[in-house]
């Protein structure tokens, strides 16, 4: 079996659940990611080990136009329920193709995969306004995981839009009363459980014993996600995204979501690359750009703090 994954290019089309279209990159050492069409979602982020670092729920469905339960669905061009539109927008349900067209930048990697979403008609009706969202997922040589959006105003009518975005981050830990968050310390943050009043975080680190749904505002460019018990770090790096949403669902709402199952709440963590608060505006011909990028390291816990030279070399 591994033989034969080797031999396999660094991206592979094929048919994923359900015969919907899909995307695999693989990088040398072992890595991989998967991405599907519908909805532009990673489903799929692998260490050289073969262990998966994103959380995809066992009762996902993956049938349009419901959107996958987990992995990263990107949300646009419309946060959680923040507007007229359906919750998060309706980019995580439509097809997705490949871009002839892609941005001129040079990934550093072989392993990419470049898509666009462009609005139809029906989508027009509901959300007047024309544009190209570029897509490009890339696996990096080191097994880290990037997304970069980018989003142009195509109007033809002169008028600008607005939009909210987050890339939904689902991330597999292995018990969330063991997780810790780190870099949003301080912060205010909007408390969706709270009717989105607008708190303090006090104390050191973020710990999980209940239901959270908190958007912290101006982060910083880089989060850290400790699992205590797999002894590993992840990083999550953003730009032009100042927002972070943490949400944990826990018992009640698990219970509640068709398509969630009931205990899976203890082995998932959403940490959300957003700009939601303050909404971002396009003139036509305008573009904006929103980033983020998933490492992986390995975590002394007991230091209660990052180990700096580790995060930065990634090693």
Sequence with gaps: ????????????????????????????????AEVYFYGGHVTSWKNEH????????????????????????????????????????????????????????????????DLILKPSEDDLKIWPHSYEFRLRVTLGPAGDLMLTSRIRNTNTDGKPFTFTFAYHTY???????????????????????????????????????????????????????????????????KDGLPDAVVWNPWDKKAKAMADFGDDE?????????????????????EEWRGRQELSVVPSSYCSGQLDPQKVLHGS
């Excluded at 995809?56 to 539109?85: D, E």
Aim: net charge neutral.
């Design 1 to 32: 079996m591994a033989a034969a994954s080797s031999e396999k290019g660094p991206v592979e089309l094929c048919k994923g659940i359900n015969g919907l279209d899909k995307v695999v990159l693989r990088e040398v050492r072992g890595s991989s």
């Design 50 to 113: 073969g262990e998966e670092m994103l959380f995809v729920s066992s009762k996902a469905i993956f049938k349009p136009p419901k959107a996958i339960r987990g992995g990263i669905p990107i949300c646009f061009p419309q946060f959680s329920n923040l507007g007229p539109l359906e919750q998060h927008g309706f980019a995580r349900n439509r097809f997705w193709t490949v871009d002839k067209d892609p941005p001129p930048v040079p990934p550093n990697s072989r392993a990419f995969i």
């Design 171 to 237: 991330l597999s830990v292995s018990d969330i009363s063991e997780v810790r968050v780190e870099g949003l310390e301080t912060l205010d943050y909007l408390d969706n459980l709270q009717n989105r009043e607008r708190f303090t975080e006090q104390g050191d680190a973020i710990t999980f014993e209940g239901e959270v749904d908190k958007m912290y505002l101006s982060t910083p460019t880089k989060i850290a996600i400790l699992d205590h018990e797999k002894k590993r770090t992840f990083v999550i790096r």
């Design 265 to 285: 709440y203890k082995h998932m963590l959403c940490v959300e690359a957003a700009a939601v608060e303050k909404a971002i505006t396009l003139k036509p011909g």
